[in-house]
């Protein structure tokens, strides 16, 4: 997290939530399970806390769950932020897919998720729609910040049309994600500063890039391998410059072609042609 500026913001006039005492879920038996509330802000140290993030916004808390598939970016970002005595921020509970982000979210009630764009089992998009009902609430509203790598029109727009209120990228540094945290608790819309024109130009016209619903069914390695295998490559060239197996490929393309309802490389590069992913 590195950025140095911060995002801008859209001031709304909706109220905070109060925080709820909940629990998050932590059954043994997940490979992802949710961490307890209570879990030690210096586990993760060496992770890429920072020593000057944010203040406790005058005894302000947040309570946070952290959506996102990879382990040691969620592992960083605990320890960016979840240093609750300093920053206000208290996490509350983590997730790696879909289901697991249902569960946890529906079970814990935190004020705001920090969700990923692109997650096993539908994508962030997913998430939003099955939790609906919780953003709905008018007296204790969950309320989204997607937090991703990826600026593509696409992932931006479809989250915010899912029911998000603020998209930031990865690069933003840990004293402004706990500013976004508690303005989009407050329920203010929250944008990276290169993506809040974007988004308002995207609104504003009537040819706003659609949700793809079928790309979203797409794993990060799979739209890797699928720009891949749409430029011409070679099964041995993917693996080389992916770093995984031809057999590793050989299964992400007949992954993709299943999930696209697709039968050969021809059709998988005419579909990819057509969304513009080359």
């Known amino acids: 997290m590195s950025d140095a500026s911060g995002p801008g913001v859209c001031r709304g006039g909706e109220g905070t939530a109060e925080p709820s005492a909940a629990e998050p ?28 993030v944010g203040g406790d916004q005058e005894g302000r808390r947040a309570r946070v769950v952290l959506v996102d598939d990879h382990r040691m970016f969620r592992t960083g970002v605990q320890a960016e932020i979840g240093r609750t005595a300093i920053t206000g921020v208290e996490v509350v509970g983590e997730a790696a897919d879909v289901d697991q982000a249902v569960t946890v979210i529906t079970t814990t009630r935190p004020e705001v998720v920090l969700l990923d764009v692109h997650l096993p ?18 007296e204790r509203p969950v309320r989204f910040l997607a937090l991703s790598v990826s600026d593509a029109a696409e992932d931006v727009i479809g989250v915010i049309r899912g029911g998000a209120r603020g998209y930031v990228t990865k690069t933003i540094t840990g004293t402004d994600l706990v500013d976004s945290i508690f303005r989009v608790q407050d329920g203010d819309a929250v944008f990276s500063p290169r993506l809040a024109g974007f988004v308002l130009d995207a609104f504003a016209s009537t040819d706003a890039p659609p949700v793809d619903e079928d790309l979203d069914r797409l794993t990060q390695r799979e739209r890797e391998v699928l720009r ?17 197996s031809v057999k590793t490929v050989e299964s992400h393309v007949s992954a993709v072609l299943r999930k696209l309802q697709l039968s050969n490389r021809h059709e998988l590069t005419r579909w990819a042609t057509a969304r513009r992913l080359v």
Do not use: H, W
């Open 25 to 52: 879920n932590t059954s043994a038996g997940a490979p992802e399970s949710a961490q307890p509330a209570d879990a030690p802000a210096d586990a993760a140290a060496g992770a890429g806390a920072g020593a000057g």
């Open 121 to 138: 089992g539908g994508g962030g998009v997913e998430v939003l729609r099955r939790c609906a009902p919780l953003m709905s609430d008018a």
């Open 228 to 244: 891949l295998i749409a430029r011409g490559y070679a099964y041995k060239e993917i693996a080389k410059q992916l770093f995984i």
